[in-house]
């Protein structure tokens, strides 16, 4: 079965830190670009970064740029997103979402359940 | 960026009837070079995440039941749900490819029975 399981959300303080991971299975992790789409409660969809297949190109939304760092482990079939210097608005739950073809301009096929993340005082 | 609007922002619809969801893109998603235009429609329910209905605009995913449906070119395009049922009452958003990153989504339209 393909699937993405995330982990590593949890409550931060303002200006923390948290690592995000993403496990797939199921598919040729390698073959494939991937996403981190972020959901504020209640809120509608966010694209916060992306990576393609061998991790050697990398994009950002302006909300995240210089604060979070997307990377993968090909030989761990894993996806990460470290989050710096956290902010009250970075709340939300993360979803990492799998490009539907190996290039870069697709839509996601496959989306993980999420990890919440949480930034309070 | 490109910038996705969707009207309208929720709608309700009789079991059987048709639902109609609008999106437009600030710019054109259509790629000349291969006449395929870049964009997406996702369906999400309460408590899952979104589920890949439609891609380049009017093809269907594998396993999505043939009422839906995506038309349009350019700048604007339309998901259509022919018979509504019960089990269609969820979120739906657009999203473009064409020019990322960012990938960008639609607010969302909100589909409920009637």
């Known amino acids: 079965e393909v699937q993405l399981v995330e982990s590593g959300g949890g409550v931060v303080r303002p200006g923390g830190s948290l690592r995000l991971s993403c496990a797939a299975s199921g598919f040729t992790f390698d073959d494939y670009g991937m996403s981190w789409v972020r959901q504020a409660p209640g809120k509608g969809l966010e694209w916060v970064s992306g990576?393609?297949?061998?991790?050697?190109?990398?994009g950002y939304a302006d909300s995240v740029k210089g604060r979070f760092t997307i990377s993968r482990d090909n030989a761990k079939n894993s996806l990460y997103l470290q989050m710096n210097s956290l902010r009250a608005e970075d709340t939300a739950l993360y979803h990492c979402?799998?490009?539907?073809?190996?290039?870069?301009?697709?839509?996601?096929?496959?989306w993980g359940q999420g990890t919440m993340v949480t930034v309070s005082s | 960026d490109i910038v996705m609007t969707q009207s309208p922002d929720s709608l309700a619809v009789s079991l059987g009837e048709r639902a109609t969801i609008n999106c437009k893109s600030s710019?054109?998603?259509?790629?000349?070079?291969?006449?395929?235009?870049?964009l997406a429609w996702y369906q999400q329910k309460p408590g899952q995440p979104p589920k890949l209905l439609i891609y380049?605009?009017?093809t269907r995913e594998s396993g999505v039941p043939d009422r839906f449906s995506g038309s349009g070119s350019g700048t604007d395009f339309t998901l259509t749900i022919s018979s509504l049922q019960a089990e269609d009452v969820a979120v739906y958003y657009c999203q473009q490819y064409y020019s990322t990153p960012p990938f960008t989504f639609g607010p969302g339209t909100k589909v409920d029975i009637k």
């Open positions: 380049w605009a009017s």
């Open positions: 710019q054109s998603v259509l790629y000349s070079s291969n006449n395929k235009n870049y």
């Open positions: 990576i393609n297949w061998n991790g050697g190109s990398t």
């Open positions: 979402a799998r490009l539907r073809t190996p290039v870069n301009n697709d839509a996601f096929d496959i």
